[in-house]
T-cell receptor
Framework: DSGVTQTPKHLITATGQRVTLRCSPR?????VYWYQQSLDQGLQFLIQ???????AKGNILERFSAQQFPDLHSELNLSSLELGDSALYFC??????????????FGEGSRLTVL | ELKVEQNPLFLSMQEGKNYTIYCNYS?????LYWYRQDPGKSLESLFV?????AVKQEGRLMASLDTKARLSTLHITAAVHDLSATYFC?????????FGTGTRLKVLA
């Protein structure tokens, strides 16, 4: 158990809908990262937050948004869903931006299926 | 833009054999990470390599880092079925971690 909690674990929805994925980082970790992993694909970096502030953005679609709250949990919002958004969405956390080992700790993921 | 490439993408090997997975990256970094992922599961950290020449070993796996060549290797010694998984390397770059394409390893009995 990495200490990173993601909910829901599974989600099935229809095209055009909106969903919210939630992530609670490990206790004390200030940085949260979101990744998308499509079937048999690698991990695509979406976005990173540090202590409530967005610090880096990857190839995140405009239909997707995220935020990190004062209690450090983070939410990833996916709207106007398309079939191609079906994927495993991972959240990872690390203690701070840099200058520790930099190791990421991953949650179990949220599997989104868009029908 | 940082690119991280792994090869091979797929690896099928017999139990007891040795093999090496390669991870190349395109920009300067002195930190590299290896992760393991079982199908449909989360990523498990295997190794954290923090400097040029770093070598880490755990069981049948050994990872090394050559920052000058921008190359890391994951060596598998005397493979066993339990090592079947997908292995990813990752490099950190300005607040984000870029993962390689992954190497899907299948160890045959």
């Amino acid at each position: 158990d990495s200490g990173v909690t993601q909910t829901p674990k599974h989600l099935i929805t229809a095209t055009g809908q909106r969903v919210t994925l939630r992530c609670s980082p490990r206790s004390g970790d200030l940085s949260v990262y979101w990744y998308q992993q499509s079937l048999d694909q690698g991990l695509q970096f979406l976005i990173q937050y540090y202590n409530g502030e967005e610090r880096a953005k990857g190839n995140i679609l405009e239909r997707f948004s995220a935020q990190q709250f004062p209690d450090l949990h983070s939410e990833l919002n996916l709207s106007s869903l398309e079939l191609g958004d079906s994927a495993l969405y991972f959240c990872a956390s690390s203690p701070q931006l840099a200058r520790n080992t930099g190791e990421l700790f991953f949650g179990e993921g949220s599997r989104l299926t868009v029908l | 833009e940082l690119k991280v490439e792994q090869n091979p993408l797929f690896l099928s090997m017999q139990e007891g054999k040795n093999y090496t997975i390669y991870c190349n990256y395109s920009t300067t970094s002195d930190r590299l990470y290896w992760y393991r992922q079982d199908p449909g599961k989360s990523l498990e950290s295997l190794f954290v390599l923090l400097s040029n020449g770093a070598v880490k070993q755990e069981g049948r796996l050994m990872a090394s880092l050559d920052t000058k060549a921008r190359l890391s290797t994951l060596h598998i010694t005397a493979a066993v079925h339990d090592l079947s998984a997908t292995y990813f390397c990752a490099v950190d770059s300005t607040y984000k971690y870029i993962f390689g394409t992954g190497t899907r390893l299948k160890v045959l009995a």
